[in-house]
């Protein structure tokens, strides 16, 4: 991917020559074919009480069964983790549940240079507003940020980034890691975000809980989340 | 779900991901050593990921539709989304990869599962930090190694070398070489950060070693 070979040309000879050797083998175009056409006509790739129906019902090969099994597995996450409905959506049990930067590898690395965030910004998007805001002092004065990944919540756009605890924080010992999550609010979740602060205990998908202190600054809505266990994420 | 629906989902997931192919097969063909079976399993893959799309967008996206999803890809940066999505591929292939090797009746056996797992003892003493008497290379050394590897251009027969590594071993060089760090590396493939320095260090020796 572009992100991640925009400086190939001045690596080291080892990495440029593995690089070179895999760049030159790519799929056919029989191949890519191919696989448009099975993408295309794969049935039941959206959950679907019909298709699902369907194929419980038929006879497969073991490697399609696999498959399968791992379709079916993922619809269920997908139908069990759906909310109830618009009215019920609490945003803060909401935040609580979203992955942090340790799920996928991280977009960016503020290790070192806690203001960088804006310049990641700046370098990694056409849109140069596509998302600016500091890291809130109060954080930085216990916490040191580290990995960080974008996402997007509620059709805005989102970062939660791996707070670690600082040497102020270490000698006082009240903070634990955690992550932070900054969420650029739409006019549809300005109204549903607390417009106070707001600090609760709320059940992780594993069960345990995690604490999380939500506030809210201008356009942006703030989410520490006391970290608990890793989320799994592939089927 | 309308046929309709259900074609747009598809053709959605596939406008998604084509870019990322290649990208996908190279992952694959450093796992597999094997051309056709790279591309079975870049097949794999697809479906799989096709099949777990949904589940990806809402654990990323919060995204709880497949029209929210198609929207979204309309108004995030193409790069980000195309680079989220080639990493969770690539962390289903290195997985599907493991699982065929685990089912020795199948043909995808060209590398033991042991291969995989072999240092997982190893990696636990070296991310502990307190073993590195044990004859472990300390990141700094591995550092020294590099750079020294980095300043010598590899051999003619390089690549002939370069097959001799096992499934792991390639697949960190691979990533490495793309210039994933140790970190990503570690959370694309599921394996602890110590056991990414210990296996890279471990090809770059042997390709080092079987140079001259």
């Not at chain 1, 002092?137 to 605890?165: C, H, T």
Request: proline residues 5%.
């Amino acid at each position: 991917m572009d992100l991640k070979n925009d400086n190939q040309k001045n690596q080291p000879a080892f990495k440029r020559q593995v690089h070179e050797y895999f760049k030159e083998k790519s799929l056919s175009a029989d191949s890519k074919r191919k696989l448009a056409d099975l993408i295309h006509g794969t049935p039941a790739a959206l959950p679907s009480k019909t298709s699902f129906g369907l194929l419980r019902n038929r006879k497969v090969s073991p490697l399609l069964s696999s498959i399968m099994s791992a379709a079916i597995a993922a619809s269920i996450t997908f139908l069990l983790v759906q909310p109830t409905s618009e009215e019920t959506l609490d945003p803060i049990a909401e935040l609580t549940q979203l992955p942090g930067p340790k799920v996928y590898p991280p977009d960016f690395d503020l290790e070192g240079d806690s203001n960088a965030m804006n310049d990641i910004v700046y370098e990694l998007f056409a849109d140069k507003n596509f998302f600016v805001s500091d890291l809130p002092a109060q954080v930085l004065a216990e916490y040191k940020p580290s990995e960080g990944r974008f996402f997007s919540w509620d059709g805005e756009p989102a970062v939660s980034i791996q707070m670690n605890q600082n040497s102020n924080a270490k000698a006082k010992k009240v903070s634990e890691p955690a992550t932070l999550l900054i969420v650029k609010l739409s006019e549809n979740s300005q109204r549903k975000f607390p417009k106070e602060k707001v600090t609760r205990k709320v059940a992780g998908k594993s069960g345990k809980m995690r604490k999380v202190k939500v506030w809210r600054e201008g356009n942006f809505g703030y989410a520490m989340v006391q970290e608990s266990v890793a989320l799994n994420d592939t089927p | 779900m309308t046929k309709t629906a259900q074609q747009n989902w598809n053709s959605f997931f596939a406008s998604q991901t084509e870019k990322s192919w290649d990208a996908l097969y190279r992952f694959a063909l450093s796992l597999t050593r094997n051309e056709p079976e790279a591309e079975d399993l870049v097949q794999q893959t697809l479906l799989k990921a096709l099949t777990g799309l949904s589940t990806f967008f809402k654990t990323n996206y919060q995204i709880e539709s497949p029209q929210a999803a198609i929207d979204l890809a309309h108004r995030i940066e193409p790069a980000i989304l195309e680079h989220h999505l080639l990493n969770w591929m690539m962390k289903i292939a290195k997985n599907s990869f493991l699982d065929n090797i685990n089912r020795s009746s199948r043909r995808l056996t060209h590398v033991p599962l042991d291969e995989w797992n072999e240092s997982e003892a190893e990696s636990v003493s070296q991310t502990s930090g307190s073993h590195a008497e044990q004859g472990r290379i300390s990141s700094q050394s591995l550092a020294q190694m590099e750079d020294e590897f980095f300043n010598q251009a590899l051999d003619d027969d390089w690549l002939r070398k370069f097959e001799t590594l096992n499934a792991k071993q390639r697949s960190v060089l691979f990533l490495a070489a793309e210039d994933y760090s140790y970190k990503e590396i570690s959370q694309l493939l599921d394996i602890p950060l110590g056991t990414v320095m210990s296996t890279l260090n471990r090809a770059i020796s042997k390709l080092k070693k079987s140079a001259k």
